[in-house]
T-cell receptor, first 110, second 113 residues
Framework: KNEVEQSPQNLTAQEGEFITINCSYS?????LHWLQQHPGGGIVSLFM???GKKKHGRLIATINIQEKHSSLHITASHPRDSAVYIC????????????FGEGTQLTVNP | NAGVTQTPKFRILKIGQSMTLQCTQD?????MYWYRQDPGMGLKLIYY???????DKGEVPNGYNVSRSTTEDFPLRLELAAPSQTSVYFC????????????FGAGSRLTVL
């Protein structure tokens, strides 16, 4: 079992829908990152969380440390949100290293 | 990918050839990483560095070498290219303080034939 599991692996939505992507992890962490990988391959950082909730535009990320779970929400989804969303955790015991989930492929249709 | 320059973007190698992927930053970040991404798989850590003069192995270091003589540069060397090293490679940075976000290079697509 991977230390970082994302669900779903693939998600198709209609424009305007509310989207949730989940990330569960099995180790103690000091931080969790959400990343977006565009169809062209570039990777950008969306959020870094150690507790609570963060919001940026239509994106909201939450983390529950006790339940070892994080969610990424997209409100009013748009075709330009189509990308792979990747969760990565920084373990308490290896502070410099990150462990990545396999990503969630999101397609938003017009 | 302001602040991180990764070259080359594409390269085809023959089995047994060697090459260096370059990663240069002007953000003065301490932490630098090399990852590979295979189709349908998560990013795997090859090597990382927490500062100039300090490097350490990641999950999949075999067949690769790195050096970090300066804060700015963190090259990844493939000594004897093998088909299993066909992948997309990403260099990434993290400040280690403050916002602590990850910044990725644009990626290098390497094919070994």
């Amino acid at each position: 079992k991977n230390e970082v599991e994302q669900s779903p692996q693939n998600l198709t939505a209609q424009e305007g829908e509310f989207i949730t992507i989940n990330c569960s992890y099995s180790v103690g962490i000091s931080a969790l990152h959400w990343l977006q990988q565009h169809p062209g391959g570039g990777i950008v950082s969306l959020f870094m969380l150690s507790s609570g909730k963060k919001k940026h535009g239509r994106l909201i990320a939450t983390i529950n440390i006790q339940e070892k779970h994080s969610s990424l929400h997209i409100t009013a989804s748009h075709p330009r949100d189509s990308a792979v969303y990747i969760c990565a955790v920084r373990r308490e015991t290896s502070g410099s290293r990150l462990t990545f989930g396999e990503g969630t492929q999101l397609t938003v249709n017009p | 990918n302001a602040g991180v320059t990764q070259t080359p973007k594409f390269r085809i190698l023959k089995i047994g050839q060697s090459m260096t992927l370059q990663c240069t930053q002007d953000m003065n970040h301490n932490y630098m990483y090399w990852y590979r991404q295979d189709p349908g798989m998560g990013l795997k850590l090859i090597y990382y560095s927490v500062g100039a003069g300090i490097t350490d192995k990641g999950e999949v270091p075999n067949g690769y070498n790195v050096s970090r003589s300066t804060t700015e540069d963190f090259p990844l060397r493939l000594e004897l290219a093998a088909p299993s090293q066909t992948s997309v490679y990403f260099c990434a940075l993290r400040s280690g303080s403050g916002a602590n976000v990850l910044t990725f290079g644009a990626g290098s697509r390497l094919t070994v034939l």
